[in-house]
């Protein structure tokens, strides 16, 4: 795998996005160009190169009171952490499902219940629901199900240490 060259768009505001584009060539000696995207916080410091190519659709960031208490939460239901640069953390469920934490600057408060009416979904993956219930209970996390839907998935719903509500589902 070559790199090609980093890149870093600015944007308005607090964060600006960081680009990288890199060269995969795979088993079939194919060769495709891949962007990672990333939004990395204007401190004047040069965005960490980003370890991990990836075709990224689509992503969510939550906005976490205690950044190490979130990651230790998101690590132990099975998130893998893929780029640490505060105040933005990185993790990723099943190699796909991107979830940034960020720690707002001090002078912005997070009051009242965070997401409300919000499920910020994932594909359970080969463990199923009841693995991930199992970890989010032992993690003394709110449990809800699992339950089947009508629309033919089994699903359970963690809350997490900022009162984000996630749902992991699996075909029923």
């Given at each position: 795998?070559?790199?090609?060259?980093?890149s870093?768009v600015?944007?308005?505001g607090?964060?600006?996005?960081?680009?990288e584009?890199?060269?995969?060539?795979?088993?079939?000696?194919?060769?495709?160009?891949?962007?990672?995207?990333?939004?990395v916080?204007?401190?004047?410091?040069t965005?960490a190169?980003?370890?991990?190519?990836?075709?990224?659709?689509?992503?969510?960031?939550?906005?976490?009171?205690?950044a190490?208490?979130?990651?230790?939460?998101?690590?132990?239901?099975?998130?893998?952490?893929?780029?640490s640069?505060?105040?933005?953390l990185?993790?990723?469920?099943?190699?796909?499902?991107?979830v940034y934490?960020?720690?707002?600057?001090?002078?912005?408060?997070?009051?009242?219940?965070?997401?409300?009416?919000?499920?910020?979904?994932?594909?359970?993956?080969?463990?199923?629901?009841?693995?991930?219930?199992a970890?989010?209970?032992?993690?003394g996390?709110?449990?809800?199900?699992?339950?089947?839907?009508?629309?033919y998935?089994?699903?359970?719903?963690?809350?997490?240490?900022?009162?984000?509500?996630?749902?992991?589902?699996?075909p029923?």
């Open positions: 795998m070559s790199s090609g060259e980093d870093t600015p944007r308005r607090f964060f600006r996005i960081a680009r584009t890199r060269l995969v060539t795979n088993s079939a000696g194919r060769t495709k160009a891949l962007t990672c995207v990333a939004p916080h204007c401190s004047g410091q965005a190169p980003m370890d991990k190519p990836q075709t990224m659709r689509s992503f969510v960031k939550l906005l976490v009171t205690d190490q208490a979130s990651v230790s939460f998101y690590e132990g239901l099975g998130f893998e952490r893929i780029a640069d505060p105040p933005i990185r993790l990723q469920w099943g190699g796909e499902s991107d934490l960020v720690s707002p600057p001090s002078s912005l408060k997070l009051e009242g219940r965070k997401g409300m009416g919000v499920l910020v979904g994932f594909r359970a993956g080969s463990d199923g629901v009841d693995a991930v219930a970890k989010a209970a032992a993690l996390a709110h449990v809800e199900g699992p339950t089947v839907q009508p629309w998935t089994r699903e359970v719903v963690v809350t997490d240490p900022d009162g984000y509500r996630l749902n992991f589902i699996e029923a």
